[in-house]
């Protein structure tokens, strides 16, 4: 596993060479599919969104990587019930 930070010291990326699960490797090797790579995207301080591609279980990371997660901080009440989390399909790719 290898993590890449930015220049605020929060990781912006985690690189999967072997699947946690399963025991595969994920090197891109042979039969072997390529490394799972998820991005972390921050507002402010706040880890919002990951995207993921590769691992086989995700789009390639030549078509971009797919939303696999959410976090919505706070109390959606407090602030007027207006927010409202969205989800969007796991095949969304997004250029980033």
Request: aromatic share 8%.
């Amino acid at each position: 596993m290898e993590f890449v930070y930015g220049a605020l010291v929060r990781r912006v990326e985690t690189i999967e060479y072997v699947d946690a699960a399963t025991g595969q490797v994920m090197d891109g090797v042979g039969s072997n599919p390529p490394p799972r790579r998820t991005r972390h995207v921050y507002f402010g301080l706040e880890l919002i969104q990951e995207y993921a591609c590769g691992g086989g279980e995700y789009v390639s990371c030549e078509a971009g990587p797919a939303l696999v997660r959410e976090f919505v901080h706070g109390n959606p009440e407090e602030c007027g019930g207006g927010i409202r989390p969205i989800s969007l399909p796991m095949t969304q790719s997004v250029a980033l």
